[in-house]
């Protein structure tokens, strides 16, 4: 844990302990105006009960205090341990390193379909070796943009699939049939695997893709 973490729990430990002091007090307070304290043995004529009301108040709120402090951990865990995606598969990731140019941009949902590359347009991807992209697409009826992300392996019951996340949606990420041979890559997905703007009316909708790329 970092210096700020620890001091967080001292916090929390201080915070705690001046909360259990006032439930403490409150606690007491109740049963002497509740008239029930004869129910409690080891009350006095007061009505208060200190070994027994800080056991109450103890119990309640070190489980309390217990349930903070394991978020804190797994917080301080995953601050510490980001997760790795997986580079290695069936083939590095990394030799996909390069510019690669579509022959095919396929968009399709329901009975919709639309190739940006068959349209006329273009679609180019640039590649680092550690599986960052970038995808500019050119469609011939709207300016050029462009979408990024980074490919990696997600790995279930020993078999690797082709993933891809999106810089669009960081804490997402989807799964694609892929063909590579060196010179060519092929990924498609199924439905809500990618997004198109059908009606170039500024509104991306969910679909699925095919793209085809050649090694430029």
């Known amino acids: 844990m970092t ?52 056991f109450i108040a103890m119990k309640h709120f070190t489980y309390l205090f217990l349930i903070s402090l394991i978020s804190l951990t797994f917080s301080c865990s995953d601050d510490d341990d980001p997760e790795v995606l997986t580079k290695e598969g ?11 140019e579509a022959t ?11 190739d940006v590359v068959e349209d006329g ?17 050119d469609p011939v009826d709207r300016d050029a943009y462009t979408v990024s992300g ?24 989807d799964t694609y049939g892929h063909t590579y041979d060196g010179t060519t890559l092929s990924f498609n997905g199924g439905a809500e695997t990618g997004e198109y703007d059908f009606n170039n009316d500024g ?6 893709i095919h793209f085809i790329f050649d090694r430029s």
């Open 203 to 208: 509104d991306m909708s969910a679909c699925s």
């Open 150 to 173: 980074e490919m990696f392996w997600e790995e279930w019951q020993q078999t690797f699939y082709f993933a891809i996340a999106w810089d669009k949606y960081p804490d997402d990420w």
């Open 104 to 114: 095919k941009a396929q968009f399709s949902v329901n009975t919709v379909s639309v």
């Open 3 to 54: 210096t700020e973490q620890v001091d967080d729990v001292e916090k929390l430990l201080k915070k705690s302990e001046e909360a259990e002091n006032v439930f403490y007090s409150k606690l007491t307070k109740v049963i002497a105006r509740s008239g029930r304290s004869q129910y409690f043995y080891c009350c006095n004529q007061k009505g208060s009960c200190p070994s027994l009301l800080k």
């Open 90 to 100: 069936p083939f590095e990731i990394s030799e996909l390193a390069g510019t690669w």
């Open 121 to 137: 347009g273009t679609a180019r991807m640039s590649v680092q070796s550690n599986g960052r992209f970038t995808l500019t697409l």
